[in-house]
């Protein structure tokens, strides 16, 4: 019989793991904005800002295409495109092209999962034609497809 202590640990256990769940699948569309907190640039705090949003479509579960805007307080904004791989639930390696500064990032981030529906992410990137390299973290929304 079970134990009321018994069933509770299952419980957390269970809601714990849920947690942890990846939340995209096939055509699923996933809608980001995120911010640097540091690039190698920046000369003094809050001299100038960065943020990009971006749309994402899940081709396959670990693939997607993408499609935003890179908004700079101090320089000219880009179109962007580009394709995020997940090589893993919660890692992905992303690779853009800004159109409108000419330039290309290369990189990667950690997404960790809030509920179904929402996600925090991590991400790195270095873009090639400036040689820069900037940190920073975002927010993600989940359009299921079904």
């Not at 699948?25 to 190698?40: A, E, R, Y």
């Not at 997404?111 to 940190?135: H, M, Q, R, S």
């Amino acid at each position: 019989m079970d134990t009321p202590k018994n069933s509770i640990s299952f419980l957390i256990a269970l809601f714990a793991c849920s947690l942890s769940s990846f939340a995209q699948s096939n055509n699923d569309i996933m809608v980001s904005g995120s911010l640097d907190l540091i690039k190698t640039n920046y000369s003094s705090f809050l001299d100038k800002g960065q943020m990009g949003l971006e749309g994402n479509y899940f081709v396959v579960r670990h693939f997607t295409a993408s499609a935003g805007v890179e908004l700079w307080t101090k320089e000219k904004s880009s179109f962007m495109m580009g394709m995020r791989w997940y090589p893993y639930d919660h890692v992905f390696v992303r690779f853009r092209g800004l159109i409108g500064t000419n330039d290309v990032s290369l990189g990667g981030g950690w997404v960790k999962p809030i509920n179904d529906l929402w996600n925090f992410e991590a991400l790195g990137d270095f873009y090639v034609a400036d040689t820069e390299f900037a940190i920073r973290a975002g927010l993600s929304y989940v359009i299921k497809s079904k």
